[in-house]
């Protein structure tokens, strides 16, 4: 087995071979998840609800990210890592963003994520030129929940549609190597796919894009409460962590998850 690449995620992309993708914040469980076969890892700063127990993604720092992509890095063989930018490291500057970004490559990061169109397109064109690749987050947007009113379904009406189109596309124009869509609906999302030249990954976002991603601890159901409407609980009727994460990783490449009508908007 081979690292993972990006031309490999854009050959997936284009021959409609799913990726699969889940948050991973520590060493042990990148072994694991690279060892069942999933094709990118993400150090969300979810890991400020999953592992430091707040309310919202806002609180982590730049050093909470750098130490869990480390983390991750050393526990990785094969899979591409993505490290989320975290909420105030990329808004006041481009210059402040590629010293973000640079901080995670450091780390062992081999993209970026950060959240947002329009304001993020020259960030991202700074970032991609001088080498590292971006991925973009659009649709809900964890770190402006207060802006977005709550965690709603973006993209619902022809405006919010018609204005996340437009933002891929200036994105990618940009440089973007990646879009990620959370809460959009599944045609908007398998639309934007298909028009797409870079990989898209989606989260409530139905199973017409090129892959999928999920928060670790809500799929293996150890997230407290109740949990999106997305998620899934791929521990059920299994005897191990490995099992379930294998079977997360087949139901994503056999398109059998998600189900539009179950897990979709
Ligand atoms: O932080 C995170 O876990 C994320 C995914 C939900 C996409 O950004
Ligand atoms: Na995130």
């Known amino acids: 087995r081979k690292p993972m690449t990006l031309p490999r995620l854009a050959q997936m992309h284009a021959s409609g071979e799913k990726i699969a993708m889940l948050t991973c914040y520590d060493a042990a ?19 400020g609800n999953v592992l430091q127990g707040r309310g919202s993604t806002a609180p982590v720092s730049l050093e909470d990210m750098v130490y869990h992509t480390f983390c991750v890095s050393r526990g990785h063989k094969w899979a591409w890592i993505i490290a989320d930018l975290p909420f105030d490291s990329y808004h006041v500057s481009k210059e402040e963003a590629w010293k973000s970004a640079a901080a995670l490559v450091k780390a062992g990061a081999h993209m970026v994520k950060l959240e947002g169109g329009g304001w ?12 590292i690749p971006v991925c973009a987050h659009l649709g809900f947007t964890p ?4 802006a977005l009113g709550g965690f709603k379904v973006q993209g619902r009406d022809e405006a919010g549609a018609a204005r996340m ?21 599944a045609a908007l999302a398998a639309e934007i796919t298909a028009a797409s030249p870079v990989p898209v990954i989606g989260i409530g976002a139905g199973v017409g ?18 949990k999106p409407r997305f998620v899934k609980n791929f521990m059920e009727g299994q005897a191990s962590v490995l099992a379930a994460v294998k079977g997360y990783v087949d139901e994503v490449k056999a398109k059998t998850f998600p189900v539009n009508e179950v897990h979709g908007f």
């Open 120 to 131: 993020t397109v020259e960030t991202v064109r700074f970032i991609s030129e001088r080498g």
């Open 29 to 47: 469980f990148a072994s694991l998840l690279d060892e069942a076969g999933v094709d990118i890892l993400l150090i969300g700063d979810s890991l």
């Open 209 to 226: 894009t090129s892959g999928q991603v999920l928060v670790l601890h809500d799929m293996l159901n150890i997230t407290p409460g109740r």
């Open 165 to 185: 189109k437009r933002e891929s596309m200036e994105l990618v124009e940009a440089g973007a190597a990646m879009l990620l869509y959370e809460m959009v609906p």
């Open 143 to 146: 770190q402006t929940v207060n």
